[in-house]
Structures are given as structure tokens and as C-alpha cells.
């Protein structure tokens, strides 16, 4: 099992490019989600989906899209990247659903730098 | 919607010494609590976690603790090892959708010093 895997694992883009970050997993997993990583405070929840079809908004959603159109998939989009976006982001998915164990499985992370 | 407290953001024991961190959440609806190391580099891995029907679970030396009426929870690492150097987060988890969606504390950097 290959797990979460994320692609790229680092990127520099210029302010106002977009581009697009590959999360996909094959452990069959209905949760997933996107987090950001910024130091000094945690994890921060951007969007996340319960299934194929559904997506909705965390904490910081603003200036980043997802869609789910199959349950293997979530590509995060940044539209118009911003210095502010420079960051590390993780994907992340879980199987369990309550009241089972709702571990997170994390992804290795991509490093995004806006110049 | 949830929010989560975790102090301290930095501590630092010897090597043996026993070291906790705590955390405290608003939601009383939160009902799964996972705490998660990361290590340099490295992407955040689930160490322990606890429901909301148990006041304590162990795992050698880790230990979580449950107070659903104050709403906190605490990790406990007795006889620390350079090892556990790390950062470690906790996360409060409510069920929506049919998953759990958890809010993490901001971390805390644990350093033990050989």
C-alpha cells in the first residue's frame, strides 16, 4: 500500500500563478482533507470531504479550491498564489467512521514557497 | 466552531523525567481525541487517542487522560528518551458526515536532553 501520496513535494511559484497540488490514497478512505502548516500554529484545516461529490469549507478556505470526484482523489487548487500561502500542506484521510477510530492518515507533506 | 487550546508551546526535560502536555477544547459535542507526534521533517503520526466514554488509556509509556465535564485532556510520557523529541498535537474531533473532523491545537516542541 502506497498510502497518502502527495505531489509535488516542493514548489516556488511567482504571486498570481496557479497551480495545483495532487493528493490520492488507496486505502479506500471516505474522509479527506487538506491542511496547512505554518509555525506556531498547528494544523489548520483548509477543505475537506466526507465522499465523492462532497466537499466543504475549514478554518482558512479562502484563496484554495478542491473538488472530489472520485473517492481516491482531492487536488487543492491555489487560484492567484499569495505570499501569505507560503506554507507546508499536508492531505490527510481516514476510513472509521464514529464510533470507530477516526485516525488521520498524513501524506508527506509539499512545501510551497510564494515569491 | 471548535476550538482548541494546547499548552505548553515549548518544553524541555532530562532524559527520564516524565513530561505533559494539555489541551482544552470548547465544543461539548467533541467526542474523539487523537494526540498525533511529528517528528523534524516528518509528517504528523497518530501515538494515542481516547473516546469520549473512557477517562484514561495507556499505551507503555504514554498515557491520555479524559475530563469531559472541565473539557480537557492531557498526554502524559513518563521516562522520556531523546525519541520522543518532537512536536506533538492534540486534536479534538466531532462526527459530521459520517467522519470525524478534527481541530488541532497549535503544538507543543517537546525536547529531552541526554
Known amino acids: 500500500n502506497a498510502g497518502v501520496t502527495q505531489t509535488p513535494k516542493f514548489q516556488v511559484l511567482k504571486t498570481g500563478q496557479s497551480m495545483t497540488l495532487q493528493c490520492a490514497q488507496d486505502m479506500n478512505h471516505e474522509y479527506m482533507s487538506w491542511y496547512r502548516q505554518d509555525p506556531g500554529m498547528g494544523l489548520r484545516l483548509i477543505h475537506y470531504?466526507?465522499?465523492?461529490?462532497?466537499?466543504d469549507q475549514g478554518e482558512v478556505p479562502n484563496g484554495y479550491n478542491v473538488s472530489r470526484s472520485t473517492t481516491e482523489d482531492f487536488p487543492l487548487r491555489l487560484l492567484s498564489a499569495a505570499p501569505s500561502q507560503t506554507s507546508v500542506y499536508f492531505c490527510a484521510s481516514s476510513y472509521s467512521p464514529p464510533p470507530g477510530t477516526g485516525e488521520l492518515f498524513f501524506g508527506e507533506g509539499s512545501r510551497l514557497t510564494v515569491l | 466552531g471548535e476550538n482548541v487550546e494546547q499548552h505548553p508551546s515549548t518544553l524541555s526535560v532530562q532524559e527520564g523525567d516524565s513530561a505533559v502536555i494539555k489541551c482544552t477544547y470548547s465544543d461539548s459535542a467533541s467526542n474523539y481525541f487523537p494526540w498525533y507526534k511529528q517528528e523534524l521533517g516528518k509528517r504528523p503520526q497518530l501515538i494515542i487517542d481516547i473516546r469520549s466514554n473512557v477517562g484514561e488509556k495507556k499505551d507503555q509509556r504514554i498515557a491520555v487522560t479524559l475530563n469531559k465535564t472541565a473539557k480537557h485532556f492531557s498526554l502524559h510520557i513518563t521516562e522520556t528518551q531523546p525519541e520522543d523529541s518532537a512536536v506533538y498535537f492534540c486534536a479534538a474531533s466531532t462526527s459530521g458526515g459520517g467522519s470525524y473532523i478534527p481541530t488541532f491545537g497549535r503544538g507543543t516542541s517537546l525536547i529531552v536532553h541526554p
Open positions: 470531504s466526507v465522499g465523492a461529490g462532497i466537499t
